[in-house]
């Protein structure tokens, strides 16, 4: 192991969601790896000649971990969509949007994501269009690389159900003539493609996977996705030991459809497939029975949970605490649309902790900890993007990623000694109170400033390349995306209807309910 050059301490210490607090603790870093831990006085004593930062204004924690995301510096709202229920909301995005330099859209996300404590994200890039994917993923990593972040790169496809699930040949005959026209137009020549992607993926694995960044694959879904397409998906994920993140039961339209056209709960689907297992991450995940439950856990599949996205449109809010106690590894994502339009991934935390504890009919019911959301944010999300044992905690021989926050300022004017660092995180916390963020042994973020990117000159170049006009075919897209919306909410207009209901959490009632004694 390298020498010791460095010590971050703080006041309060906290290595792992499991661990007590550390007054005075501190951690020694050699090289890119956690080196020694202890309080600040041994490893003084031990190391003499470490640089020291921190102060014991702070508080020490591992670097969290954003389990998935979608990378955009501009949020979809800042680029003109504004939120709703997914199946229509799509259509005012990608295909709407004014396309975006893909350095400077990731390069930014980035920085906001260091600037609240994030160390390491899984990315799964969706593009309206895949021509000249290979310079857009180049861009991609290397912002990432630019800005010190490890990231889990996991390149989007989708092949199936382009407009909605089941019936896509009767909605592309109900639309205009001119509309065919729009959405029917060739793809272009160099573009990612189903039969190219397992290919793709191999190659990105073997140029760029490393300490800093890893390949996965990234199927959109599986209502989006061919069978034949997951299923060599499946096989090439074994041959090279890597993982699959995708994205499953965000709806209940997504729910409906593996009834109505597979027979079976999609959690079951993909099982059918072998796509569930230790090595699959799935998104969402809002819908599952308490059957899908019990399987995501037998099978170790993991699962992440994004409280803001599924509140924004209006999703729903997954059982997340429910799938913690029934063993299966869920951790959390911002999925590019957090809470405040600001990659606070804090407060995504904080969010994802207060949804947990909506009432219940009993009192002092069980409810989600401030330290199982905790663990969620670091070691179970290392895991779910590629680094098992290796990030989570602050231990030797994991790599060295940490965050020191200013506690004094988070407990400002008073906070009652007794209450546990965390659950002072996570009642008054936010991105603001982050103030040192180590990354690999690096310092990347010194007194809540970014010192890897310049954010104002990315910022300068985003905002001037997403406000030029529309040319006149962006124009014809965007009237082609209206008409099929409104032919969308025709056609599931009958499914709520299909099924019952008899949801995990007790929100409120709307009959007076009293049985007669």
Same mark, same amino acid.
Request: overall charge negative; hydrophobic content about 40%.
């Given at each position: 192991?390298?020498?010791?050059t460095?010590?971050?301490?703080a006041?309060?210490?906290?290595?792992?969601?499991?661990q007590?607090?550390?007054?005075?603790?501190?951690?020694?870093i /050699?090289?890119?790896?956690?080196? *020694?831990i202890g309080?600040?006085? %041994?490893?003084?004593?031990k190391y003499?000649g470490?640089?020291?930062? #921190?102060?014991?204004q702070?508080?020490?924690?591992?670097?969290?971990?954003?389990?998935h995301t979608?990378?955009? #510096?501009?949020?979809?709202?800042?680029?003109g969509a504004?939120? &709703?229920?997914l199946?229509?909301?799509?259509?005012?995005t990608?295909d709407?949007?004014?396309p975006?330099p893909?350095?400077?859209?990731?390069?930014?996300?980035?920085?906001?994501?260091?600037?609240?404590g994030?160390?390491?994200?899984?990315?799964?890039?969706?593009?309206?269009d895949t021509?000249?994917?290979?310079?857009?993923?180049e861009?991609?990593?290397n912002?990432?690389?630019d800005?010190g972040m490890?990231?889990?790169?996991?390149?989007?496809?989708?092949?199936?159900?382009?407009?909605?699930y089941?019936?896509n040949?009767r909605?592309? /005959?109900?639309l205009?003539?001119?509309?065919?026209?729009i =959405?029917?137009?060739?793809?272009?020549?160099g573009?990612l493609?189903?039969? &190219?992607?397992?290919r793709?993926?191999r190659?990105?694995?073997?140029?760029?996977?490393?300490?800093?960044?890893r390949?996965?694959? #990234?199927?959109?879904?599986?209502q989006?996705?061919?069978?034949?397409?997951?299923?060599?998906i $499946?096989?090439?994920?074994?041959?090279?030991g890597?993982?699959?993140?995708?994205?499953?039961?965000?709806?209940i339209f997504?729910?409906?459809?593996?009834?109505?056209?597979?027979?079976?709960?999609?959690?079951e689907?993909?099982?059918d497939?072998?796509?569930?297992?230790?090595?699959?991450?799935?998104?969402?995940c809002?819908?599952?029975?308490?059957?899908?439950?019990?399987? @995501?856990? $037998?099978?170790d599949t993991?699962?992440?949970h994004?409280?803001s996205?599924?509140?924004? +449109?209006?999703?729903?809010?997954?059982p997340a605490?429910?799938?913690?106690?029934?063993?299966? $590894?869920?951790?959390?994502?911002i *999925?590019?649309?957090g809470i405040?339009?600001?990659?606070?991934?804090?407060? %995504?935390m904080?969010?994802?902790?207060?949804?947990?504890?909506?009432?219940s009919?009993?009192?002092?019911?069980?409810?989600?900890?401030?330290r199982?959301?905790?663990?969620? /944010?670091?070691?179970?999300?290392?895991?779910?993007?590629?680094?098992q044992?290796q990030l989570?905690?602050? %231990?030797? #021989?994991?790599?060295?990623?940490?965050? =020191?926050? *200013?506690y004094?300022?988070?407990?400002?004017?008073?906070?009652?000694?007794?209450q546990?660092?965390?659950?002072?995180?996570?009642?008054?916390? !936010?991105?603001?109170?982050?103030?040192?963020?180590?990354?690999?042994?690096? +310092?990347?973020?010194?007194?809540?400033?970014? =010192?890897?990117?310049?954010?104002?000159?990315?910022?300068? $170049?985003l905002?001037?390349?997403a406000?030029?006009?529309?040319t006149?075919?962006?124009?014809? !897209?965007?009237q082609a995306?209206?008409?099929?919306?409104?032919?969308?909410?025709?056609?599931?207009q009958?499914?709520?209807?299909?099924?019952?209901?008899?949801?995990?959490?007790?929100?409120?009632?709307?009959?007076?309910? @009293?049985?007669?004694q």
């Amino acid at each position: 192991m390298s020498e010791v050059t460095r010590i971050v301490y703080a006041g309060q210490l906290v290595a792992a969601h499991d661990q007590p607090a550390v007054s005075g603790g501190a951690v020694a870093i /050699g090289g890119e790896l956690i080196h *020694d831990i202890g309080t600040l006085d %041994e490893l003084s004593a031990k190391y003499p000649g470490a640089q020291k930062i #921190g102060g014991s204004q702070f508080l020490l924690i591992p670097g969290l971990i954003n389990a998935h995301t979608h990378g955009k #510096g501009l949020s979809d709202f800042q680029r003109g969509a504004l939120d &709703n229920t997914l199946e229509t909301w799509r259509f005012d995005t990608y295909d709407k949007f004014i396309p975006l330099p893909t350095y400077e859209d990731v390069a930014y996300s980035a920085a906001k994501l260091l600037k609240s404590g994030v160390t390491g994200t899984m990315h799964n890039m969706l593009l309206a269009d895949t021509a000249g994917f290979e310079k857009k993923y180049e861009d991609l990593l290397n912002a990432y690389r630019d800005a010190g972040m490890r990231v889990l790169f996991c390149p989007a496809i989708s092949n199936n159900n382009p407009y909605v699930y089941g019936e896509n040949d009767r909605i592309f /005959g109900e639309l205009s003539k001119n509309s065919q026209s729009i =959405l029917s137009t060739a793809g272009s020549a160099g573009a990612l493609t189903a039969k &190219n992607y397992v290919r793709v993926v191999r190659d990105l694995h073997s140029q760029y996977q490393g300490s800093m960044s890893r390949i996965g694959f #990234g199927p959109v879904a599986p209502q989006w996705c061919t069978e034949d397409l997951l299923l060599e998906i $499946r096989h090439a994920a074994d041959s090279l030991g890597i993982l699959i993140h995708t994205h499953a039961l965000q709806t209940i339209f997504q729910k409906i459809y593996a009834l109505k056209f597979f027979g079976k709960s999609m959690i079951e689907y993909m099982n059918d497939l072998g796509l569930l297992g230790p090595s699959v991450v799935i998104g969402h995940c809002v819908y599952p029975t308490e059957s899908d439950v019990d399987l @995501l856990a $037998r099978t170790d599949t993991g699962v992440t949970h994004h409280a803001s996205c599924n509140l924004r +449109v209006r999703n729903g809010i997954a059982p997340a605490f429910h799938m913690l106690q029934s063993g299966v $590894r869920i951790g959390i994502g911002i *999925d590019s649309k957090g809470i405040n339009d600001d990659e606070d991934f804090i407060q %995504e935390m904080k969010l994802c902790y207060l949804l947990q504890r909506i009432a219940s009919l009993e009192l002092d019911s069980p409810y989600l900890g401030s330290r199982q959301v905790l663990q969620m /944010g670091t070691e179970i999300g290392a895991g779910l993007i590629g680094y098992q044992n290796q990030l989570g905690r602050l %231990e030797p #021989g994991r790599y060295a990623d940490m965050v =020191l926050l *200013d506690y004094n300022e988070m407990c400002r004017p008073f906070v009652d000694p007794s209450q546990d660092p965390i659950d002072i995180l996570l009642y008054r916390g !936010k991105s603001s109170h982050v103030h040192t963020v180590v990354v690999n042994g690096q +310092v990347v973020v010194e007194s809540g400033r970014l =010192l890897t990117l310049n954010e104002e000159a990315i910022g300068s $170049r985003l905002a001037y390349a997403a406000s030029r006009p529309r040319t006149a075919t962006e124009k014809g !897209k965007v009237q082609a995306m209206d008409e099929l919306k409104a032919q969308v909410i025709r056609y599931y207009q009958s499914w709520p209807t299909e099924v019952d209901f008899d949801p995990f959490f007790i929100v409120n009632s709307r009959i007076d309910g @009293l049985k007669q004694q």
